[in-house]
């Protein structure tokens, strides 16, 4: 399984594609694709069958759709988009952004 530096949580803007310039919370990682979920983000338009039994109504529904990560940038609280780095603290790696050196909320 690949290692990514985009994990669950994080705050990503779009650099590439439709959505160009929007920003959003990672809601999941697929590391096996490369690829992760971004809340507001690749919005498609699915249609549902109504089930009585899970207790949903049919319709149209919108669902975001994965996008590759190559298409995203991590945002530093204090400096905005930037790459990300990695920094031994202690017996932990950490994320370090490249710009400012702040240290990124780990992996949990």
Not at 9 to 17: H, L, M, R, S, Y
Not at 40 to 47: E, P
Not at 68 to 76: A, D, Q, T, W
Request: glycine content about 8%; aromatic content about 0%; charged content about 30%.
């Amino acid at each position: 399984m690949p290692s990514l530096n985009i994990h669950r949580n994080d705050q990503v803007e779009v650099i590439a594609g439709s959505d160009k310039g929007k920003r959003g919370k990672v809601l999941r990682v697929l590391p096996d694709a490369s690829r992760v979920v971004v809340e507001n983000i690749r919005v498609a338009k699915k249609h549902v069958r109504p089930n009585p039994q899970q207790n949903t109504k049919g319709g149209i529904a919108e669902q975001e759709q994965p996008i590759h990560i190559s298409n995203l940038m991590l945002i530093c609280p204090s400096c905005g988009k930037t790459r990300v780095g990695h920094k031994i603290e202690g017996d932990h790696r950490v994320r370090v952004c490249k710009k400012c050196g702040q240290t990124l909320s780990s992996k949990k």
